[in-house]
């Protein structure tokens, strides 16, 4: 039988929510946020082998979508049928890998929330009586004049009305101090620690009043089942859906999903529902004796450079178009990446394409393709027995052990945007690996041995690096299988086994194929959603930001505008420096020798009186790989360095991190 504040927990097992939402306007790319970080977290626990339930839903009942449906003359049944299939297909779109979805207005649930509050009616938590008050409609909450902000609603901002109603209240008041102790003795229950002062400070200190759970004056709810002309407050219906839809209270035998799944490890909801979730939720579980969840995490909102989304405000992110544009992983990656979960987070599209760009294309994109590319030219395309490894695969392999460790760790705390970057922190020095290991030299020395060695490392990062992302990205870590020559499906093998160094079978065929993430042209791109292009970028855009200049002159604003096509014509590449020396009789130029991933040249520039030639070795600079050949003061140059600025102000273009010498640059 479960008891009060049981504690022991089902090892091994992860149950997650979402919130449920409004079928009242199709979902933006907020909603998004939340249910794919959900799905994030989901995929990551069963990756480690945990017996998990993800459940999201929608929230069908209410003043609002009533409102909302007669607005466009529809009855609210047929209204909301519409929409919720959107959110379905929307999920389905985002590979939202949910075990279940519930609709508050499917009989499973209306009838188990009558069930509930008749119990609690009969055990006395629920009284009958008058409600004068404040009712803000869009967030379906109750207030008291105290606790409005310039007599608008504390949570939206917006007009609260004055309802006069005999309604049913439930004692909420005479849980308080164990919630309160409860909360206390729990510091993991409300997260992050902010929003749990912000509960107790707020709200649980000022003493909690009885909360309305009935109202009259609508009917577009779940009638209370001894006096039908109530209907159920939405929040205690939308909140029990948590244990409706496993089953509470009619199937709680042993061998029922309510058994083997509650109480719930995680409810993820955005940062304006902690409060229904930590103070309304766990007293209503008290009241029914139940235990309550492990942990209620208040995320941030996603918002526009302008504020909040919004229908009215016309500026509202539509996900689908999102996906069709630049693809799912891609979409998946941006949300789970760009914002430190917890805190709110700015959505930009040109964010957007400087995340596909430099981590997908560049960062993970290249060191798969110049991988093969080297497997296919150096080895015939078999990835090689490795030999012996030295210090840089050590450390590498090593590097690969961490990450796997910092993984769990960042979503232990639910910090999966610290464990993608730990990943692509990986992916980073697999690049710098490359560089390091110069398998193309390795090649010319006909080295074989240490050349096998070598490919197969970097063969063998990706594969791991491909198993660490399958809980966030849905389609590429297959992919990335297919092309090493891999079964697609083994990706999924489960994060302990498959980031175990050493699993690729050497002697296998790769299979390079289609570029995992194309670059995509901002120009472009904002043309086609209508984006503002002058807003300047948080982070420089490569394709808006790139500038050629004359190295010893000044960089010029390009007056004559050129076509894509033309662009393309100069071929940008990052260049190594090898070695910098002054040339004699020329006091303004430096003679570089670079390398361009598997070529050297001598580059002369004009930048003596800016940089010491020592300064520049081993540095990443951009050069136009493909100007004509021409000599100065007598010494050839094969190429020319990008730098900018003017007068005593001049600085080589170089990339912000490391992406190896070859890469291009667009
Ligand atoms: N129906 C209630 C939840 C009931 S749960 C028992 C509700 N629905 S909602 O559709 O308005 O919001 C659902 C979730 O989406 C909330 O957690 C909310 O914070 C989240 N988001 C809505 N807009 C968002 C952003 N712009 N950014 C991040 N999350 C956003 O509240």
Not at 32 to 41: E, F, H, I, Q
Not at 87 to 114: C, M, Y
Request: charged residues 25%; contains cysteine.
């Amino acid at each position: 039988m479960l008891s009060t504040f049981k504690e022991e927990i089902n090892v091994g097992k992860f149950y997650i929510t979402t919130p449920i939402y409004y079928p009242s306007d199709n979902l933006h790319i907020g909603h998004a946020y939340t249910t794919v970080v959900a799905d994030a977290l989901a995929r990551y626990h069963r990756l480690m082998g945990e017996d998990v339930y993800f459940l999201t839903g929608t929230d069908e009942h209410g003043q609002k979508i009533q409102r909302r449906a007669a607005a466009v003359g529809k009855e609210p049944q047929a209204f909301v049928d519409e929409i919720v299939a959107n959110i379905k297909k929307l999920w389905k779109t985002l590979a939202i890998s949910n075990d279940d979805f519930i609709r508050t207005t499917e009989p499973r649930h209306t009838e188990r929330v009558q069930q509930i509050f008749q119990r609690l009616y009969e055990q006395g938590d629920i009284y009958k009586s008058e409600y004068e008050g404040l009712y803000c409609t869009p967030c379906e909450a109750f207030w008291l004049e105290r606790q409005l902000v310039d007599g608008k609603c504390p949570d939206c901002g917006r007009e609260v009305e004055r309802v006069q109603e005999e309604s049913y209240f439930f004692r909420t008041s005479k849980y308080a101090d164990r919630l309160m102790a409860h909360i206390e003795a729990h510091p993991e229950f409300i997260q992050p620690v902010s929003r749990k002062n912000e509960m107790i400070n707020n709200f649980l200190r000022p003493g909690l009043e009885d909360l309305c759970v009935s109202r009259t004056t609508f009917s577009w709810g779940i009638p209370v089942p001894f006096d039908p002309k109530h209907v159920i407050y939405v929040w205690l219906d939308a909140l029990t859906n948590y244990i409706t839809a496993l089953g509470y209270p009619d199937q709680v035998g042993s061998d029922s999903l309510f058994a083997r799944f509650w109480p719930a490890e995680l409810h993820l909801v955005g940062k304006e529902i902690v409060r229904f979730h930590t103070i309304i939720w766990p007293i209503i579980l008290m009241a029914l004796d139940l235990p309550l969840p492990k942990q209620v995490f208040g995320h941030g909102w996603l918002v526009l450079d302008g504020g909040k989304m919004s229908k009215s405000k016309g500026n509202v992110v539509d996900p689908v178009v999102l996906v069709g544009k630049y693809g799912l992983d891609a979409i998946r990656y941006y949300l789970l990446r760009e914002v430190a979960f917890g805190a709110d987070g700015i959505y930009s599209e040109e964010a957007l394409v400087l995340r596909i760009n430099t981590d997908l294309a560049n960062d993970l994109g290249n060191l798969l393709h110049r991988t093969l590319s080297m497997v296919e030219k150096f080895a015939d395309g078999v990835v090689p027995v490795p030999g012996a490894y030295g210090p840089l695969e050590k450390a590498l392999i090593n590097e690969a052990d961490e990450t796997w460790q910092a993984v769990q760790e960042h979503m232990e705390k639910l910090e999966v945007s610290g464990a993608l970057t730990a990943i692509f922190h990986l992916i980073g020095r697999a690049n710098k690996y490359i560089d390091e290991a110069a398998p193309w030299s390795l090649n010319k020395q006909g080295n074989h041995e240490r050349l096998g060695t070598v490919l197969y490392t970097m063969v063998e990062v990706i594969r791991v690096s491909a198993v660490l992302l399958s809980p966030y990205l849905v389609e590429s870590p297959a992919r990335i299988f297919a092309q090493l020559g891999l079964d697609p499906e083994a990706a999924a093998i489960g994060l302990e086994a498959g980031s175990k160094w050493g699993l690729y079978p050497a002697g296998t065929k790769v299979r390079k194929g289609e570029p995992l993430f194309p670059r995509i042209d901002w120009e472009e791109a904002a043309e086609v959603t209508g984006v503002k292009k002058e807003a300047p970028p948080e982070k420089p855009v490569p394709q808006a930001t790139t500038k050629k200049a004359e190295p010893t002159a000044t960089a010029a604003t390009t007056q004559e505008q050129i076509t894509i096509d033309e662009f393309a014509k100069i071929d940008l590449r990052v260049a190594k420096v090898l070695t910098a020396e002054k040339i004699e009789g020329a006091d303004k130029l430096l003679r570089l020798q670079v390398r361009l991933g598997e070529e050297e040249r001598q580059i002369v520039a004009g930048i003596a009186r800016y940089y010491q030639p020592d300064e520049l070795v081993g540095k990443e600079i951009v050069v136009v790989a493909n100007l004509k050949p021409a000599k100065l003061r007598g010494v050839l140059s094969q190429g020319m360095v990008l730098a900018a600025g003017d007068g005593d102000n001049l600085a080589l273009v170089m990339p912000e991190k490391t992406v190896g010498d070859g890469a291009e640059v667009r």
